[in-house]
Structure formats: C-alpha cells, structure tokens
C-alpha cells in the first residue's frame, strides 16, 4: 500500500509510519518539525520504501504527490503546554491544513482518509465514559479551544463534505496515549513524571491530583488507527479510540514511582486552566466496528516508556 502521514515526525505520527514500513508499505511523511522531531524517524531515513517532506500542510504544493491507498492527517501540535506557546499555529492546521489535505484527498483520487481528532471535542465532559454521541461541554473561547474548536471545525468540515460527496473518510477521537517517542518537554503527564524520576526531581501533579484520565499505550493506538483506515464500509465513521482503564493522576504517580522504585517526593502544583476533571473513552463502537480494544496494560506500557526515556539518557 502507499501511505501518506502528515504528522509523521510527532509521537503517534512516527510510531504509525513505523508500523507500515514493518509491513513493507511505501510511506510517504509530511511535518514541519514545529513539534515533531526528525529524530523519531531518522531510523527510517534510509529505507527506499521512506519518503520524509519537510512541510507545512497549510501552504505545502501538493501537485507533484501521487495518488495514496490511505491518507492519515495527524498534522497538529497535541499537547497542552503547547496551546498556550502556539495556539495560532493549532488553529490554522487543523482548519485551513484539513481543508487543503482533504482537497488533495479528493483531486488525487486516494482511496481513504482518515483525521485524528481528539478527546478533547468532549471538553470538560459532564458524563463518563464519553460515547461518539456525547455533544461535549467546551468553553470556546477559553486557553484549550485553539484546540478544541479547531478539531471540531476540521470533525464539522469533514463530516459536511461527507454528507455532500460521500467521501471515503473516517475520524478517529483519539484519548491519552503514552510510549516511546513522546517528547520529553511536550509537558504531557506521563512524559513528565518519568522525566522527573530520571532527573531526580519531586513529581508535580497539578490540582489535587483527584481528576482522572485513561491512558492508551501507542501501539495499540497505531494498531486502532490503522484498523479505522483499511476495513471496508467505515466510510463517515467517528470511533473513540483509548483505553477505557481510567486513573487519577495521583495513581499514575504512585504507579512510575513504583515502578521505578524511586523515592522522589510529589508536589501540588497550581492546575490549568479548564483541565478536564474526567476523561475516559466508551470504546463500545470500537469494539463492534473494528473488533478493537487495547491489550497492553498499564505496567507493561509504562515499563516500556521508561526503560525508552532512559535509553535516550
Ligand atoms: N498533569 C499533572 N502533572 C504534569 C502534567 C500533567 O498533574 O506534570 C495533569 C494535567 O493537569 C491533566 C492530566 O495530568 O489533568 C493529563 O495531562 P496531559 O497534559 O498529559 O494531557 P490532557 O489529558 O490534559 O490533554
């Protein structure tokens, strides 16, 4: 198959293009290294089945790519800390990038299209687990919704031009994922707190720690993702995909300390603004759909993440 990944240098992007180039697939990448890393696929630069662009999804010239068999837009910074560094730049590629990606989708007659939305069209949800059904409860105008209300214009965009063309398109509502190739300094709570042990440094858990999260490990995600891409009659479909193992952040603590048998203290930072109190996916449709849920269970993935942080040391 020929792959185009857009995003491919970022966590979830470069694991995927792992993941086909294990399968002997032409994978094509496109990033613009604002937050992705060349080095999450520098062991990849010399397969001849590799192509890596240095671009921007919003302005890239997309006239000389072929057509593709499947085309995942990942393309868009993901984490929090990064809302308030550049939050400009998170509206415009997943508003104007999506609508440019998806023009190239059509004129190049590939075949499907998959976006990675997020979780956090579901906002500070007022019910948990979270169904593809729920509407979300989003502040608008608050410092998380250069995210938030970009995936839901590019989610409403898509659906849209679905409902008027019938597009080959899927979305996926992607929750927390950890694992290797996460970056360091993304700010994201299980890169941090293993940084933190590494570093011999206190843990910081914002607020009380009492708000909870399930966390996904990357390559069940991959798997997930490639699963929504290639099965048949998905096309307009919106699935949930995360572990539905839900945690608080204190747990997820105590669990790295644990594990890492390390005696660093926790402290209690100030916690940000409209941080969701709950998040957790109901992965039913997934399950149905896909015959998809997540196997590797929190220990495994975590020993794996922190044995790759102190590899990078
Ligand atoms: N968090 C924390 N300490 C950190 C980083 C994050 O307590 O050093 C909390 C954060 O406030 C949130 C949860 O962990 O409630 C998950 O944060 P993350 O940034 O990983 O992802 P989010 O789910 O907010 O997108």
Redesign the pocket.
Known sequence: MKILITGGAGFIGSNLVKFHLDKKDYVWMIDNLITGSKNNVKEFLSSKNFRFIEADIIDFDYSGLPSFDVIYNLASPA??KQFLKIPIEILKTNSLGTMRILDFFIKSNSRCFLYASTS?VYGNPLIDPQPETYFGNVNSVGIRSCYDESKRFAESYLMTNFRKFSLNLRIARIF?TYGPKMAADD????S??INQIINHQPL????D?K?T?SFCYVDDMVKGLYLLATLPNLAGTIVNLGNPQKKT?LAIANLIKKLTNSPVKITFQK??ED??KK?CPDISKARILLGWEPKITLGVGLKKTIKYFQSLK
């Open positions: 984490s929090p956090e927390n700010g994201r709570v299980v941090n707190f910081t858990v914002y607020g720690g708000q999260r952040i916690i940000g941080d969701p998040r």
